[in-house]
């Protein structure tokens, strides 16, 4: 017979009452939600807590969930509030890791687009701006907002009615349904897990708690990088600062190869190290690679 631990709900603090939840329940696939406040300002979040729940008249709802260390509501849910309007972008394997810093919670009013380095594409019926590189993208109208509670981790589930779909014509199958294998959707689990369609769990780790510098800080001979892709720059924008002139010095005497690559001036190579210390995880080893060769 299963040893299993047993909890009342009432005994549990809302952080880990949380953390139980998003443990047991999933893969849960993410709505990355672009809105817009009053204002025209674009604003762009990820949230888990998602499903699609009516194809007659076609229906998403998302929640954006009051935080639980201060009760405040989050920029995405104030904005359908003010507006009405969103659109719900699918997320892939491609661009994961620029989702995750678009998570960061920049100031109000701060584009979470350009801080990401995704691509604003015009919508056709709503105000709000699509996500480029998401393989799929429903322009939606919000025709209900229900509040679950009023304290801190309360949910508000947001009712979403498709207006207008668009869809990549590369993740497409020879009869013109969506190919489960192309989308390569991901979906999120508990802590920093995720899973990949068909390949598996994955971990990406949470923002920092202090702000990322974002894509749009990195230097444009590096952000425009023919080899370093979208997940990579996402990795490499969510530090809070760049190394100094003292710690790249001191990396590049200590690893020969590195030093090698950089007296080759071969730059492809140069990035490739730089990806292959990304793909390990290394974001700060990353950055002194990259910034080594502009150090006399």
């Known amino acids: 017979m299963k040893k299993m631990v047993s909890m009342l709900v009432s005994e549990l603090s809302t952080a880990k009452l949380h953390s139980c939840l998003l443990g047991a329940i999933g893969p849960r696939p993410i709505a990355f939600a672009s809105t817009m406040d009053a204002q025209g300002r674009p604003n762009l979040s990820p949230f888990s807590f998602f499903n699609v729940f009516s194809a007659n008249p076609p229906v998403l709802i998302f929640s954006p969930a009051r935080r639980v260390r201060d009760n405040t509501t989050k920029h995405t849910l104030e904005n359908v509030l003010e507006t009405k309007e969103v659109v719900v972008n699918v997320v892939n394997y491609n661009m994961v890791q620029q989702m995750s810093l678009s998570?960061?919670?920049?100031?109000?009013?701060?584009?979470?687009?350009?801080?990401?380095?995704?691509?604003?594409?015009?919508?056709?019926?709503?105000?709000?701006?699509?996500?480029?590189?998401?393989?799929?993208?429903?322009?939606?109208?919000?025709?209900?907002?229900?509040?679950?509670?009023?304290?801190?981790?309360?949910?508000?589930?947001?009712?979403?009615?498709?207006?207008?779909?668009?869809?990549?014509?590369?993740?497409?199958?020879?009869?013109?349904?969506?190919?489960?294998?192309?989308?390569d959707q991901v979906a999120r689990m508990g802590g920093n897990w995720y899973t990949r369609a068909n390949v598996g769990m994955f971990e990406v780790p949470k923002p920092i708690s202090s702000l990322g510098i974002?894509?749009?800080?990195?230097?444009?001979?590096?952000?425009?990088?023919?080899?370093?892709?979208?997940?990579?720059?996402?990795?490499?924008?969510?530090?809070?600062?760049?190394?100094?002139?003292?710690?790249i010095h001191a990396f590049v005497d200590q690893d020969l190869e590195v030093k090698a690559i950089l007296r080759s001036g071969n730059q492809e190579k140069i990035e490739q190290k730089a990806q292959a210390f990304l793909k390990k995880n290394e974001v700060f080893s990353a950055w002194k690679v990259l910034l080594a060769n502009t150090l006399k």
């Open 214 to 247: 974002g894509v749009d800080r990195i230097p444009e001979r590096i952000r425009l990088s023919s080899i370093l892709t979208g997940n990579d720059l996402g990795m490499l924008g969510n530090i809070e600062k760049l190394p100094t002139p003292e710690e």
């Open 103 to 183: 998570s960061t919670e920049y100031q109000e009013g701060e584009n979470e687009f350009v801080k990401a380095g995704l691509t604003m594409l015009k919508s056709d019926i709503v105000k709000p701006f699509r996500v480029a590189e998401a393989p799929v993208q429903f322009e939606c109208k919000v025709t209900k907002v229900e509040a679950l509670g009023k304290d801190g981790g309360a949910g508000n589930l947001i009712f979403s009615e498709v207006l207008k779909i668009h869809v990549d014509q590369e993740v497409l199958d020879e009869n013109g349904g969506i190919d489960q294998y192309k989308i």
